[in-house]
């Protein structure tokens, strides 16, 4: 199996944050990729949208912060539907290419078999 270059996590407040960022960072670190660590919010009036944001970074920064020194960890806060923003993030090419990977709900991908 080809190694992963890039490993999304998808924040989701349900399930135990600490282990499942654990479980990324290890795949992370065993595949030498990056890791990008997301949180999708609702849509939000504008006059609050900045400080939404602002909180949900600080938020996923407190999350990462004791790993940052074994992987390079990205995070970034993406306004809208998990579904609308994961394919935002797949059409922008930055994380898998070829078909589109399965299930979220987890917050680790895997590759689709061709």
């Known amino acids: 199996m080809k190694p992963f270059k ?4 998808v ?4 399930v135990d944050q ?7 960072v290890s795949m992370a670190e065993n ?3 990056g890791l990008t660590v997301i949180d999708v ?3 939000v009036v504008d ?18 912060e ?3 020194n074994r992987v390079k960890i990205q995070i970034d806060v993406l306004v809208g539907t998990i579904l609308a923003g ?20 987890t917050g680790v991908w895997e590759r689709v078999p061709k």
């Open 41 to 43: 919010i609702p849509p």
């Open 66 to 68: 004791p790993y940052c």
């Open 6 to 9: 890039n490993i999304l996590y």
């Open 86 to 105: 994961l394919a935002s993030l797949y059409n922008r090419k930055r994380f898998i290419s070829g078909k589109l990977p399965v299930h979220a709900a």
């Open 18 to 24: 600490v282990s499942a960022v654990e479980r990324s």
């Open 31 to 33: 595949n030498q990729a």
């Open 11 to 14: 924040a989701e407040e349900t």
């Open 47 to 64: 006059a609050h949208l900045s400080d939404t944001v602002n909180h949900h970074k600080q938020k996923l920064a407190s999350l990462i």
